[in-house]
């Protein structure tokens, strides 16, 4: 019964401002790592962001260093990422990851969109 579900993605013009939420369930959220990655049309998923389970820890990929934020409420077992002055190449589905020993889940991804 374990289940992420990705939710926030959208239409959004370049320089705009996305906040995505993965409300996850089924197993004990505050072992895992969670990360946020991403898959462009063509191109391999990459990492996003990561963050550990405690949250005191954080980790980017450089092309989104200054831009996104993650985060994650234990309580609510939920982890987000605040995406600022997006543009078009962020264009991309965005997945949710749990990470634990030889533990690994995923979400089915939310789209998001930059465009004029």
């Known amino acids: 019964q374990v289940q992420l579900v990705e939710s926030g993605g959208g239409l959004v013009q370049p320089g705009g401002s996305l906040r995505l939420s993965c409300a996850a369930s089924g197993f004990t959220f505050s072992n895992y790592a969670m990360s946020w990655y991403r898959q462009a049309p063509g191109k391999e998923r990459e990492l996003v962001a990561a963050?550990?389970?405690?949250?005191?820890?954080?980790n980017y990929a450089n092309s989104m260093k200054g831009r996104f934020t993650i985060s994650r409420d234990n309580a609510k077992t939920t982890v987000y990422l605040q995406m600022n002055s997006l543009k078009p190449e962020d264009t991309a589905v965005y997945y949710c990851?749990?990470?634990?020993?030889?533990?690994?889940?995923w979400g089915q991804g939310t789209q998001v969109t930059v465009s004029s």
């Open positions: 963050i550990s389970g405690s949250g005191g820890s954080t």
């Open positions: 990851n749990a990470h634990w020993l030889q533990y690994n889940f």
